[in-house]
């Protein structure tokens, strides 16, 4: 059977030929190959995508997040979108100015519907929109930006 299991900062994605480990930076292949974002070291610009046998996954770079790098999983035959870093609030109220767009974006790949991993865990899409306004508050309205 098919999953998706998290574990810490860590979520596989399994498909009936090979499994997709991700990371919010990093995701890897059970063959050993993986793809980053070139900011990361990676070679991907914008879009990746693999088929897991009979499970389709698209890698997206939305724009940079707290850390810069930061990849978004869509697995669309489950609903299910991992945002990793992009999904948490900033500790030190520091927003660099491509986050706020970056979260943006993700929302449009979410539906009311979907299942959203955060690198803390699940996250409802009311809190995705949450975010989204308190970080352009943060950045806008005083904050700390890069």
């Given amino acids: 059977m ?5 574990t810490d900062d860590t979520i596989v994605v399994e498909g009936h030929d090979r499994s997709l480990t991700y990371r919010p930076r990093r ?15 990676g070679f991907m610009s914008s879009v990746w995508a693999v088929d897991l046998g009979d499970r ?3 890698v997206v770079h939305l724009g940079g997040g707290p850390l810069g790098g930061e990849l ?3 697995v669309p035959d489950v609903d299910t979108v991992l945002l990793g870093d992009l999904a948490v609030a900033p ?9 706020p767009p970056a979260v943006d974006l993700a929302i449009g790949l979410t ?3 979907s299942t959203i ?8 899409r009311e809190d995705l929109e949450d975010l ?3 970080l352009l508050g943060l950045l806008h309205a005083g904050g700390t930006h890069e």
């Avoid at 098919?2 to 998290?6: A, G, H, Q």
């Avoid at 059970?30 to 070291?41: K, L, M």
């Avoid at 500790?91 to 986050?99: E, I, L, N, Q």
């Fill in 2 to 6: 098919r999953t998706i299991v998290r």
């Fill in 27 to 41: 995701v890897t292949l059970s063959d050993g190959s993986w793809v980053a974002h070139e900011s990361r070291g």
């Fill in 56 to 58: 389709f996954v698209e």
């Fill in 72 to 74: 978004v999983v869509v």
């Fill in 91 to 99: 500790a030190d109220g520091v927003v660099p100015a491509s986050w």
């Fill in 111 to 113: 539906r009311p519907t």
């Fill in 117 to 124: 991993y955060s690198s803390a865990g699940l996250i409802a």
């Fill in 132 to 134: 989204h306004q308190h």
